[in-house]
């Protein structure tokens, strides 16, 4: 059974920084690309990105572009997502995915002082 | 960016009905689109994808339709579970985006 799990959300200042991670188990982690996917309270959801099998290609949604990094230690089945200069803006439930098939539960990021 | 338009953004039904849900695409994307429910407080759940084909397990009341820039989303007979929010999704081309959401209310 595919099981994503993400953890590492909380409260932080605007201005501050927030690592997410996504441990997977059920699947074969290195043989799939992974995505982060975010809903802010109330509202539709959002692409944020995703990284390939090895790491070599990431792509981000313009708004996080230069604040947010992904990444993946295939030895560890986990996927991260460091998220610095945070805004109000980035406050959202933030969803781990295997090729935006299967999806964690999210864990919430608030994003206020 | 390619801005997926979806609609209704709401709509009321019964059991029973049948229910249509239209994306439409910015600019071509082929049949690279996907359809998701998502209940309060869980995460999406793939209904359909490449437009037309049925994930795994998901009942055959629910169809997908459509190619280019225009996609439905048909549910034969809606059953009480079915009360949600539904999305479609491109992943034909970066970012990928989204549609508003349909949300199916009693």
């Known amino acids: 059974e595919v099981q994503l799990v993400e953890s590492g959300g909380g409260l932080v200042q605007p201005g501050g920084s927030l690592r997410l991670s996504c441990a997977a188990s059920g699947f074969t982690f290195n043989d799939y690309w992974m995505d982060w996917v975010r809903q802010a309270p109330g509202k539709g959801l959002e692409w944020v990105a995703n990284i390939n099998q090895d790491g070599s290609e990431k792509y981000f949604v313009d708004s996080v572009k230069g604040r947010f990094t992904i990444s993946r230690d295939n030895a560890k089945n986990s996927l991260y997502l460091q998220m610095n200069s945070l805004r109000a803006e980035d406050t959202a439930v933030y969803y781990c995915?295997?090729?935006?098939?299967?999806w964690g539960q999210g864990t919430l990021v608030t994003v206020s002082s | 960016d390619i801005q997926m338009t979806q609609s209704p953004s709401s709509l009321s039904a019964s059991v029973g009905d049948r229910v249509t849900i239209t994306c439409r695409a910015s600019q071509g994307i082929r049949n690279d689109l996907v359809w998701y429910q998502q209940k309060p407080g869980k995460a999406p759940k793939r209904l359909i994808y490449?437009?037309?084909s049925l994930h795994s397990g998901v009942p055959s009341r629910f169809s997908g339709s459509g190619s280019g820039t225009e996609f439905t989303l048909t549910i034969s007979s809606l059953q009480p579970e079915d009360f949600a929010t539904y999305y479609c999704l491109q992943h034909n081309s970066y970012p990928r985006t989204f549609g508003q959401g349909t949300k199916v209310e009693i």
């Open positions: 995915a295997r090729a935006l098939v299967y």
């Open positions: 490449a437009a037309s």
